[in-house]
């Protein structure tokens, strides 16, 4: 009987190895079973924390920041763990920049150290924050960053939040006590436990940590996992002042769309255009190359480019145009060319087909919509490209624009610097990477371009200077000089 009874377990053993072994999935089913886990989080992200999202016919999961408050202010950092790009506002309130810049040295340095002692992934982590800022009145403004970090090693991109709400003539953020009366922030708790299906015994002290003032109303934000399933991703509730009405402790005025500022187009830009030196292409020629932009410098770039009469490539950030789209429009208007550089500066190694494809597209249809210009070539963030972003650029009919001399100018931040290197490391055919982002390189390029072209260099687009040495571009590949 014994011994019947170990044949019959031992044929239930055999049976069941051979189901596991020939239903597993094969190495390349599993990480795209993992890959499309992870970006459906991404999603959730994007759709759920983001009131302002924009939707389209392919419902692309991405989002438009609002940028009311302050001048865009970044922090960099790549190592070989880890890159990190974190964009915040710099305004007149400095205690709010202190606050943030605190807030974003110790997510840092947390991130850091975690991948310090668990990552095992064989490509850099990606910390990756944007934010969005509203001036509800002339002393009122209130900052959401948002973003993600992403690992090889994770099932999906962990949630990254924080909100400060503060006056400008005041030394403090201000906290939700500061705001709301005791009786109306437990009336909120309540609210926001209803709606969100949390159970009364799992609200804790910081449960409305992620608050948020807007135009209309407040802004509650619960992170993924922290309340909610996982599957859930992050949710943020609205609730209208009016709704709250006896429940706030401070008034609050909004600005009329009078007291809005307008955004017009550059008076100078025909002059600019009518002004700028013309010639035949040939000789020596270098591409000057700005990604990250438009910024508040660019404006101050363009000025000098069209006073000594040199051309540059511009490739954009999408999320980066609403706030200045005139930038784009006097780009093209003045011969300069505009380039992809993905709509929220993702990593797209990291991405799957699909919000590869997003991520293009949706920066490309800004572009036209703005600057009437069809894109054909992109830089892929960090310069990060591998077959899968080739094959889409492929699909997409658009080249793809690496570099061959890099200046760092977004890790010195020295426009000494700046101007040295590129004065040391320029070629004939050469593509040079900048950031318009930073003040330091605009200032570096008012010595840069006149010297460079006083050298005997035309400074030509990207394209000018391919189709000059006779390089014909084909979608998909990748160009880093023209040699």
């Known amino acids: 009987m014994e011994k019947k009874l170990f044949i019959i377990c031992c044929i239930v053993f055999i049976l069941c190895v051979f189901v596991i072994v020939f239903s597993w999935p094969e190495p390349d089913e599993y990480n795209d079973m993992k890959e499309t886990e992870a970006e459906n989080t991404i999603c959730d992200l994007s759709s759920a924390v983001l009131p302002e999202t924009l939707d389209d016919d392919r419902d692309i999961c991405v989002d438009t920041p ?3 408050y302050g001048e865009i202010a970044t922090y960099m950092l790549w ?23 605190a807030w974003i040295e110790k997510i840092a340095s947390y991130y850091r150290y975690e991948i310090s002692q668990w ?26 960053m948002y973003g993600i970090f992403d690992d090889s090693s994770l099932a999906h991109p962990v949630d990254v939040i924080a909100t400060f709400n503060t006056y400008v003539n005041q030394n403090e953020v201000l906290q939700l006590s500061d705001v709301i009366t005791a009786d109306g922030e437990q009336i909120l ?76 187009l550059d008076n100078h ?20 190359t700005f990604d990250d932009g438009p910024s508040a410098y660019t404006d101050r ?39 992809g550089h993905s709509w929220s500066h993702r990593d797209l190694t990291k991405l799957n087909k699909e919000d590869i494809e997003n991520q293009i597209i949706k920066t490309n249809n800004k572009i036209q919509e703005v600057s009437d210009v069809s894109v054909t070539l992109m830089r892929p963030p960090y310069g990060a490209c591998n077959d899968r972003v080739k094959n889409v650029a492929a699909d997409l009919n658009v080249s793809i624009i690496n570099w061959s001399v890099d200046t760092l100018d977004w890790k010195y931040k020295n426009a000494d610097t700046v101007y040295k290197s590129i004065m040391r490391e320029a070629y004939d055919g050469a593509i040079i990477l900048c950031h318009d982002l930073h ?45």
């Open 301 to 339: 770039l363009l000025d000098t480019l069209s006073e000594y009469g040199g051309h540059a490539t511009f490739f954009v950030v999408g999320n980066m145009i609403e706030d200045r789209p005139e930038l784009l429009v006097r780009m093209a208007l003045e011969g300069h060319e505009i380039g």
């Open 189 to 264: 708790q309540n609210m926001v436990a209803e709606q969100a299906g949390v159970k009364k015994e799992d609200i804790d002290g910081v449960f409305l940590q992620y608050w948020l003032l807007t135009h209309d109303g407040l802004e509650i934000t619960l992170a993924r996992g922290d309340y909610l399933p996982m599957s859930d991703g992050t949710r943020t509730f609205f609730f209208p002042y009016e709704e709250l009405e006896g429940m706030l402790s401070i008034e609050i005025t909004k600005e009329t769309d009078a007291d809005l500022p307008e955004t017009p």
């Open 79 to 101: 190592e070989e763990d880890i890159i990190s790009r974190i964009l915040y506002p710099n305004g007149e309130a400095m205690h709010l920049t202190h606050s943030i810049e």
């Open 66 to 68: 609002t940028r009311e």
């Open 439 to 483: 003040k330091t390189t605009v200032d570096a390029m008012e010595r840069v371009i006149p010297d460079l072209i006083d050298q005997g260099y035309q400074l030509v687009t990207v394209s000018q200077l391919m189709q000059t040495k006779g390089i014909n571009m084909r979608p998909g590949n990748v160009y880093s000089k023209a040699q």
């Open 269 to 288: 830009i025909a002059e600019s255009i009518s002004g700028q030196k013309s010639g035949e292409i040939g000789g020596s020629m270098l591409a000057l």
């Open 119 to 144: 990552s095992e992934g064989d490509n850099p982590s990606e910390l990756t924050v944007e934010y969005s800022s509203y001036s509800i009145n002339d002393n009122l403004v209130s900052v959401r």
